[in-house]
């Protein structure tokens, strides 16, 4: 193996600080995974410790050198991703000031507020693409300084949690414009920071640090790094993009017309556009992309193959996947006129509901468990339709090819059902690594192996597999207006439901 010829992608998740190797040509060479633990230290708070997110990514990074049998020398570059939004505050000497505030941190429902009052939502949404959400990193800045003044105080930067393992690996404040798009502190026309945002807020503009593309060095591996992770000092290391941005670019979702569909325990619909398109009511994310000069949609659905996933293990424990949903086979589209709401963790695109609430409709004494099952295939496909839906209307035109991942979509069933539901091609790729993968192929095109990140995509990502809309997409036309129907008659139904069940 010739030196320097790999490239790394570190993936700081929720879960698990993963370092990958991959060739300039995709093949994978070694993946290493340390787990990382999640503390929730009062009801609605998430937080983790950036400490461990360093020393499982150099726990990793040794791991996957050691498995591919080189050294530090053989890697070209590195890049980076991780979970969006979360917060690290640093003091003045780049010491964590306290733990990392996550994504699924719900504390800040006051502080949204806030910040819609001082912007007025609309205008808030014009210029970020968005709405303020408790998951964003804004209205984490203002619960810091709001409950833990001493903290604030001592602030002089914040970072994103993969940024903060960039920090440890240079000693350079970074950040790319993916993930700061996620911070709704952004100005998504000029893709870097909003001085009206930041000023409404009170946020210093020096807090922020500098921000760039995907595949621009944003520093080199310190000696310090080097002798802690085992990579050679100097090697360059990339902007990246949050993981979201970097999954798409790890399955070829760069150019218009070409829709990620991640199947996993939440639904995410990711769509690229050339320009910095909006939905007026900020009920898509809008956000940059990893890839240079574009940008790009995102609906989230909070239980997607999770509402499969509850399901059989309330209703069939047990019973394995394959013959569950092998059942729902003979069941006809539609499932003899039931449908499933699979709110059942509440919902985010297109209704940002905590109350929204799942269920069943329409069943008879002739529905059996199959009808259930393909009831909740259907019901999930419906939603995920929902963020197609408003995608096309915010202006993107026509999908060509809808580029599935996750454990979802490993069910033939399904992948057929979504084909049909959304009346577009549904694609399986060779790529399976997720946005590790997409981080390395950033690296790629920075250390020179491609000329651009749609290049490197088209010479490394291949489709392997391919469904068809069929006869039931004419079915499923009937039947989703029925479902879109659904939450508006209920949704007050839901919160007086919750009132009721939690009167305090």
């Not at 370092?19 to 040509?25: G, R, T, V």
């Not at 505030?101 to 800040?108: E, F, M, V």
């Not at 509440?346 to 929204?356: F, K, S, V, W």
Request: proline share 6%.
């Amino acid at each position: 193996m010739s030196a320097q010829s790999l490239l790394l992608g570190i993936d700081i998740s929720t879960t698990g600080a993963k370092a990958l190797l991959i060739d300039p040509e995709g093949r994978v060479v070694a993946s290493a995974t340390t787990a990382l633990t999640l503390s929730t230290p009062r009801p609605l708070w998430s937080e983790q410790s950036p400490q461990e997110w360093w020393d499982g990514a150099c726990s990793s990074i040794r791991l996957a050198l050691s498995q591919a049998g080189v050294s530090g020398e053989a890697v070209a570059a590195v890049g980076l991703t991780g979970q969006m939004h979360g917060l690290v505050m640093l003091d003045e000497s780049g010491e964590v000031l306290r733990p990392a505030i996550l994504w699924n941190d719900q504390r800040t429902g006051p502080q949204c507020d806030e910040i819609r009052s001082r912007l007025g939502r609309e205008r808030l949404i014009q210029i970020c693409g968005n709405d303020a959400l408790t998951g964003f990193t804004a209205p984490k800045i203002l619960w810091v300084q709001q409950h833990e003044p001493q903290v604030y105080e001592r602030t002089r930067h914040f970072l994103l949690p993969k940024d903060y393992v960039r920090f440890r690996l240079t000693g350079e404040y970074a950040m790319d414009k993916a993930d700061g798009s996620g911070t709704i502190l952004f100005d998504l026309r000029r893709r870097d920071w909003s001085d009206d945002i930041l000023s409404a807020l009170e946020i210093p503009r020096e807090w922020c640090p500098p921000t760039y593309e995907g595949p621009e060095v944003t520093g080199e591996i310190s000696q310090q790094a080097a002798a802690e992770t085992g990579l050679r000092a100097g090697t360059p290391v990339v902007a990246g993009g949050g993981d979201q941005a970097a999954g798409a670019v790890g399955v070829g979702a760069v150019q218009h017309g070409i829709i990620s569909l991640a199947l996993g325990t939440s639904g995410v619909v990711f769509a690229s556009t050339a320009s910095p398109l909006i939905e007026e009511q900020g009920r898509l994310h809008a956000f940059c992309h990893a890839v240079p000069g574009q940008w790009h949609f995102m609906g989230v659905m909070l239980s997607a193959a999770g509402s499969l996933q509850w399901y059989r293990d309330t209703l069939a424990p047990g019973v394995s996947f394959d013959e569950l949903v092998g059942a729902a086979e003979q069941v006809s589209p539609g499932s003899d006129g039931l449908l499933f709401l699979p709110y059942l963790t509440g919902e985010r695109t297109p209704y940002p509901d905590p109350l929204a609430r799942a269920g069943w409709i329409g069943m008879t004494l002739r529905h059996r468990r199959e009808h259930l099952t393909r009831a909740v295939l259907e019901g999930v496909a419906f939603g995920l339709k929902d963020s197609f839906t408003l995608i096309q209307q915010a202006g993107l035109g026509e999908i060509h090819q809808v580029r599935v991942s996750g454990g979802g979509a490993r069910s033939p069933l399904w992948r057929q059902i979504l084909a049909d539901v959304l009346e577009a091609e549904l694609a399986t790729v060779n790529t399976t690594e997720g946005a590790a993968f997409g981080a390395a192929l950033l690296a790629a095109v920075s250390a020179g192996h491609y000329a651009s990140v749609p290049e490197a995509c088209e010479n490394t990502i291949q489709v392997t597999g391919s469904t068809q809309p069929g006869e039931a997409a004419g079915i499923y036309q009937t039947f989703y207006p029925r479902y879109r129907a659904l939450y508006p008659a209920l949704a007050e139904e839901f919160r007086l439901i919750n009132q009721a069940a939690n009167p305090d």
